[in-house]
């Protein structure tokens, strides 16, 4: 298993380019099952995820060529059947993604429960509801989920109980190809989403009030290929302005959008850096400034996103002061604390609220990744720390991360990885 061993003090400063965001890939690939001619997306991520969806794409006949660089084009020509195996769908729970186009296509489709994760139990009610709305007949045996659909999907009234990123993109998905309107309401706003419906629409999808909270959708008949870029990844940009913060370096994200992370950004400014917003660059400078403690509560998007909860809370523990920080969105996402903690961070936990009281230095310990964001922030907290930190488990981070230690290296970071 892969590790990293980081010498920490070193201030990071320089210029870093944002991947696109593997959170829009996903969806993005999924779509391609809609288009009845070829489709090419770019500036794709080369990451875990989107290796395991263009594999699971393959796996139902579809035609990709994917060059690992940033283009993916995809032919669902030879798509010769409608089956998302247990052994693909366990490794990456947006495999459930494929669910909603397939059964709009092709009418059916059988794919398998991606069961509980280590940030909670993460159940996909909310994307089965939404679908039997549309007149999707869903059995769910033996783990896995058969739906069918009698002739086209028929367009309906959607409503989420809460806010799901996923369940809004599946439904989308599924409601381009139904019979009539479609409205979904109190659904995702999250950027990943407006990424999909612009491609949808691209696509020849009608689809309304994109950004905001109710979706209304005309299903079309077909749908045609189209080439699209996918939207720069916000929690990337995000991770590498927090590695800027916590060093008290410079950091310039290039390729990324302001508009994407703007309460983060509210965030950083709060911990006294200076912030310049750019039309496609975000530059951090922490001027060599101890950052002051700042407090927040996760919540759907436009507020503080989930997965940057982490990498914000290891900026903390360095700060001035103390902070509390609330995570509402999943019940089990504080694991990277008991690891921050080996590094000498004073963090308590009540629940779903942990108290941050800064400390003057981190110090170097060896600790284990458990899930892909709380992985970065133990980069972090490592790159403040003193002495060298051997951070285990990083297979989490190739999920998410393209090239980090390249990427950190490029900043001036002492990191490397090591392999048994
Ligand atoms: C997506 C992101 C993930 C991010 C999360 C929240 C991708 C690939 N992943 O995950 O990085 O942390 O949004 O911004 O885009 N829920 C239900 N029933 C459902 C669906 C969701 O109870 O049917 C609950 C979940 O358990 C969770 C909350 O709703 O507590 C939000 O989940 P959701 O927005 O669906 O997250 P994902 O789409 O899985």
Not at 90 to 114: C, D, F, H, N, Q
Not at 228 to 257: M, N, P
Not at 371 to 382: G, K, Q
Request: aromatic share 4%; with cysteine; glycine share 8%.
């Amino acid at each position: 298993m892969d590790k990293f061993i980081i010498q920490g003090g070193n201030v990071l400063k320089g210029e870093v380019r944002i991947s696109g965001a593997k959170n829009a890939a996903l969806p993005l690939l999924a779509a391609t099952i809609l288009a009845e001619t070829p489709i090419t997306i770019t500036n794709v991520p080369n990451l875990k995820d989107v290796n395991t969806l263009v594999k699971l794409i393959e796996g139902l006949g579809i035609t990709i060529s994917y060059d690992h660089n940033d283009v993916v084009k995809a032919d669902t020509s030879t798509l010769n059947n409608q089956f998302a195996p247990y052994e693909l769908v366990k490794t990456m729970r947006a495999s459930i993604l494929v669910l909603g186009p397939l059964l709009a296509r092709y009418g059916e489709a059988k794919v398998s429960l991606p069961g509980g994760c280590a940030i909670g139990s993460r159940p996909v009610d909310q994307h089965l509801k939404a679908l039997e709305a549309l007149g999707a007949q869903i059995e769910v045996e033996a783990g896995y989920v058969n739906a069918k659909v009698d002739g086209r999907l028929k367009g309906g009234e959607v409503v989420f109980d809460m806010v799901t990123v996923g369940g809004t993109e599946n439904i989308l998905m599924a409601a381009v190809l139904a019979e009539g309107v479609t409205t979904i309401r109190n659904a995702a706003r999250e950027p990943e989403i407006t990424d999909l419906a612009h491609m949808l629409v691209k696509m020849g999808a009608q689809i309304s009030g994109i950004d905001t909270d109710t979706l209304v959708v005309t299903g079309v008949e077909k749908l045609h290929g189209c080439e699209y870029a996918v939207v720069a990844d916000r929690i990337e940009t995000g991770s590498y302005l927090a590695a800027a913060a916590i060093t008290g370096g410079c950091v310039k994200t290039t390729h990324t959008d302001p508009i994407l992370l703007e309460a983060v950004l509210e965030k950083f400014e709060e911990m006294g850096a200076e912030v310049t917003r750019g039309e496609n660059w975000i530059e951090l400078d922490m001027q060599g400034k101890r950052p002051k403690a700042v407090s927040f509560r996760t919540l759907p998007h436009p507020e503080f996103p989930t997965d940057m909860q982490a990498q914000v809370m290891a900026v903390n523990t360095i700060a001035s002061g103390f902070s509390t920080i609330s995570e509402t969105i999943f019940e089990n996402r504080f694991m990277h604390v008991p690891e921050l903690s080996r590094l000498g961070a004073n963090i308590a936990v009540e629940g779903n609220d942990a108290t941050v009281t800064g400390v003057d230095k981190l110090s170097a310990a060896p600790v284990m990744a458990t899930d892909l964001r709380a992985s970065f922030s133990l980069v972090l907290a490592a790159l403040a720390a003193e002495g060298e930190t051997l951070v285990d488990r990083i297979y989490h981070i190739d999920r998410g991360y393209e090239k980090i230690e390249e990427k950190l290296q490029g900043l001036g970071a002492q990191i490397k990885r090591v392999s048994e």
